[in-house]
């Protein structure tokens, strides 16, 4: 997926268009996210005498798309479209998997880091 839990994010569709804010939970399995005090809906919750409880209206997040989100890029100041790279020696960025782990020079990680880059800006996102 392209966004992750703790990115900043802009809106593309629906009643929060445009709107930006922090994704605060994520479900690959269903590509959908949920950010932030966006897209909210009230829950009614039925009031339980047993146990005392009254019935409230609960305001809390929707799933979003995960297509309809976007990484923000504060250079810019609106969405990016992103590409993966990967991290080699001093922090370097390379373009394939395979010239990061030459910048090495034998001594190669157990993992190499893949970090999401912006296609017009190079501003990395991890």
Do not use: C
């Not at 922090?22 to 479900?27: F, L, M, T």
């Not at 810019?76 to 479209?81: D, F, N, S």
């Amino acid at each position: 997926m392209h966004v992750k839990k703790n990115d900043k994010v802009i809106i593309l569709t629906g009643k929060d268009r445009e709107f930006t804010g922090e994704i605060i939970e994520v479900d690959p399995a269903k590509r959908r996210v949920k950010v932030a005090r966006r897209n909210m809906m009230v829950k009614h919750r039925r009031p339980n005498p047993i146990s005392g409880e009254e019935g409230a209206r609960i305001e809390q997040e929707n799933w979003i798309d995960a297509s309809n989100v976007a990484l923000y890029s504060e250079e810019l100041g609106k969405g990016v479209r992103t590409r993966k790279m990967w991290r080699g020696f001093g922090g370097e960025v390379y373009e394939t998997k395979q010239a990061a782990m030459d910048s090495f020079d034998g001594e190669v990680p157990e993992r190499i880091e893949k970090v999401r880059v912006s296609k017009k800006t190079d501003e990395q996102f991890d």
